[in-house]
């Protein structure tokens, strides 16, 4: 997973408004978990939440792609980030806020990675502290075998990428084929990923496991709904 297109993650995602994403987020954040001072940006990838984040709260970052965490630092510099795999890291802190923001809980596959992945951040939680996740897709939703295509167009990159969804027993799967034209050379280069599939109740229950109460809101920040709740 964005072993060759890290160079190109912010343009692949242009579309992305992180500034009012952030906004909604701090917004759930003071209604749940007013005074927060601290949080920690679980999947974090290039650091676009975090820039946004920086001017609330004391944050930190976390990602497994020492790729995106090369930009995240160079766009936040000042800001500690943290190379680890979400489903068991320990940092020997705690935080009043943890999130995982844009679907990044996907990639974890599986569902005993969820709820490992659930419970390492519950743990990084002061008591009373808030949990924020956006899932992916859930498996009634998904629409198998649909061809989708992007295209990201800057002064000095253009780049096309397309892919069919396809599914392997409860996970998503997409083979995503890249275009990229620069002012010197255009290159194409594939790769793969893959995101579970998981029901609504099996977020919850990854919840209720952590020890964290679990509220849905079916719009969330970015149209695929948010998962949030109060580590009891």
């Known amino acids: 997973m964005f072993t060759k297109s890290a160079r190109f993650y912010d343009a692949l995602y242009q579309f992305k408004d992180y500034g009012k994403a952030v906004?909604?987020?701090?917004?759930?954040?003071?209604?749940w978990r007013p005074g927060a001072l601290t949080l920690l940006d679980v999947a974090c990838g290039t650091g676009k939440h975090v820039e946004f984040l920086q001017e609330n709260y004391s944050v930190e970052g976390l990602d497994i792609n020492p790729d995106l965490l090369k930009i995240a630092r160079e766009r936040c510099p000042g800001i500690t980030f943290h190379e680890a795999d979400m489903s068991r890291f320990d940092l020997g802190e705690k935080f009043d806020v943890v999130c995982c923001l844009f679907s990044s809980i996907g990639y974890v596959?599986?569902?005993?990675?969820?709820?490992?992945?659930?419970?390492?951040?519950?743990?990084?939680?002061?008591?009373?502290?808030?949990?924020?996740?956006?899932?992916?897709?859930?498996?009634?939703?998904?629409?198998?075998?649909k061809l989708v295509s992007n295209y990201a167009d800057l002064d000095d990159l253009k780049i096309s990428w397309m892919y069919i969804q396809e599914q392997e027993e409860?996970?998503?799967?997409?083979?995503?084929?890249?275009?990229v034209g620069t002012g010197s050379e255009i290159s194409y280069f594939s790769e793969k990923h893959v995101m579970g599939l998981w029901s609504d109740e099996e977020y919850r229950e990854a919840f209720r496991k952590a020890g964290v109460s679990v509220n849905y809101e079916e719009k969330g920040f970015f149209g695929r709904g948010v998962y949030y709740g109060i580590l009891q």
């Open 109 to 145: 596959q599986t569902k005993l990675k969820l709820d490992e992945s659930i419970h390492a951040m519950a743990r990084h939680l002061r008591p009373g502290g808030l949990l924020v996740v956006e899932p992916w897709i859930f498996p009634d939703k998904y629409w198998k075998n």
């Open 170 to 179: 409860m996970t998503s799967v997409f083979d995503i084929n890249y275009l």
């Open 23 to 31: 906004g909604l987020l701090h917004e759930l954040i003071q209604e």
